[in-house]
């Protein structure tokens, strides 16, 4: 559907901060009630999404051509030991000091389509510090820079399709995409899986965040149970003595095309 | 039943210091003989060009093989691992040295992320000629040391973006 005319005459920039939440949460709102009236489930993140202002002139508006993954596309980078320092999951020791904030452990596995592990592959994450700050020129918000964070980590998955990282939990951070607009608190991941056409790019909040409902990136899931699987849950055996909170979060890519060889089931 | 994806979520405007890494979009060295230069520029729907996105490239070497060789976020300059990452400068503009890919069909797998845009999205550059008929927008253009590839997110000249059949 081509949605591209009605908002023309809008602001397509994030840096404005043109409309205000009630504005934005109207828009939500009326999205959702056309979602659920279709009666179609859809379990990906709309591209074409306007109350996310900058996604409006960023959005292709034809769908995608559908193909068969050829040669390359159904293998994956190789990522090993010389890519990644074991010390680099560790956001917490990149420094001199101590970061300021909730030391935390991220887990889960990383698992394709067929619920295969998703074995010695490269996980990445950068977030905010415990104040909502990123360390990003870019980012200007009167929140302090923790000299002792940086917020990029990134390791391999084990064998069981396991990645594990130590960081600070997040603090929420305001844009500018409308007045008064502020970020659910989030890690951002990146993954490959075993086949290039597995690419993933997106973000991991944390439970019970009271800006879910007014966020228009998390909204872009329009599907309560597809955006629920971006939340990671508090697990108290991940939780360690006087140490840091635990939480679990496991990450399902799409399918896989490429037959399995004997090799990789070992 | 098939478990269901994790969805996807936009890169943001914070990955620059995170995602790219030095030498991500070089392949291969620049001095290197058979090196080329695979670049381009990536728009929005205005015609503007995006300067906060995120380009990747995954490609067979010359000899059509599929690398399956670590070192790409280490490189020692020698070794020919397939990928790399490119972010774009102020005026949208993106570039890899890299080798030509070899096959039957060669190109460059392309995925690309940005500000603004929700998910990633998966493209094909050909070599000049190597595309099939249906999908020939996608085909670079050769320039004099190598190829050029421009992605337009939306509107006239709306890049070609695919997906995968699923088995």
């Known amino acids: 559907m081509h949605r591209l005319g009605p908002y023309r005459h809008r602001v397509t920039s994030s840096d404005s901060a043109a409309s205000t939440q009630a504005e934005i949460s109207a828009e939500i709102e009326a999205i959702s009630k056309e979602y659920d009236a279709a009666g179609v489930t859809e379990t990906a993140t709309r591209l074409d999404y306007p109350p996310y202002r900058s996604s409006i002139l960023r959005h292709p508006t034809k769908a995608p051509q559908q193909v068969d993954p050829e040669d390359i596309e159904l293998w994956a980078p190789v990522f090993g030991e010389r890519d990644v320092d074991l010390l680099e999951s560790d956001l917490t020791i990149q420094h001199q000091g101590e970061p300021v904030g909730e030391r935390i452990v991220l887990t889960g596995r990383v698992t394709d389509g067929e619920g295969r592990p998703v074995r010695r592959q490269l996980v990445e994450i950068w977030q905010a510090n415990a104040g909502g700050r990123y360390i990003h020129q870019r980012d200007q918000h009167p929140a302090a820079l923790d000299p002792n964070f940086t917020g990029m980590g990134r390791c391999l998955t084990d064998d069981d399709g396991t990645y594990r990282f130590t960081t600070i939990k997040p603090g929420p951070y305001p844009w500018k995409n409308h007045h008064n607009a502020w970020r659910p608190a989030h890690v951002h991941f990146s993954l490959f899986g075993r086949e290039f056409t597995q690419r993933l790019v997106t973000q991991m909040y944390f439970p019970g965040d009271p800006l879910f409902a007014l966020d228009p990136i998390y909204q872009a899931i329009v599907d309560p149970a597809a955006r629920a699987r971006l939340v990671a849950t508090y697990d108290h055996d991940v939780t360690t003595h006087e140490w840091a909170t635990g939480y679990r979060w496991d990450i399902v890519l799409s399918g896989s095309h490429r037959t399995v060889f004997e090799e990789d089931e070992q | ?167």
Not at chain 2, 5 to 34: I, K, M
Request: charged content about 20%; proline content about 9%; cysteine-free.
């Open chain 2, 1 to 167: 039943m098939s478990p269901t994806p994790t969805p996807g979520q936009t890169v943001g405007p914070f990955f620059h210091y995170a995602l790219p890494y030095a030498g991500g979009a070089e392949l291969v060295p620049q001095t290197r003989a058979d090196a080329i230069r695979l670049h381009g520029r990536v728009y929005d729907g205005a015609g503007d060009p995006v300067p906060d996105a995120l380009v990747e490239i995954w490609q067979t070497g010359p000899d059509g093989a599929v690398p399956q060789v670590a070192g790409s976020l280490r490189r020692d300059g020698y070794t020919f691992t397939g990928f790399g990452r490119a972010e774009t400068d102020r005026t949208g503009h993106y570039q890899f040295t890299t080798l030509r890919p070899g096959g039957a069909t060669p190109y460059f797998a392309v995925a690309v992320f940005a500000r603004g845009l929700l998910d990633r999205l998966l493209t094909r550059a050909y070599l000049p000629g190597a595309a099939p008929t249906h999908l020939a927008s996608l085909e670079a253009v050769p320039d004099d040391r190598g190829f050029v590839f421009d992605i337009r997110l939306q509107g006239e000249g709306e890049t070609v973006f695919l997906s995968y059949a699923q088995d």
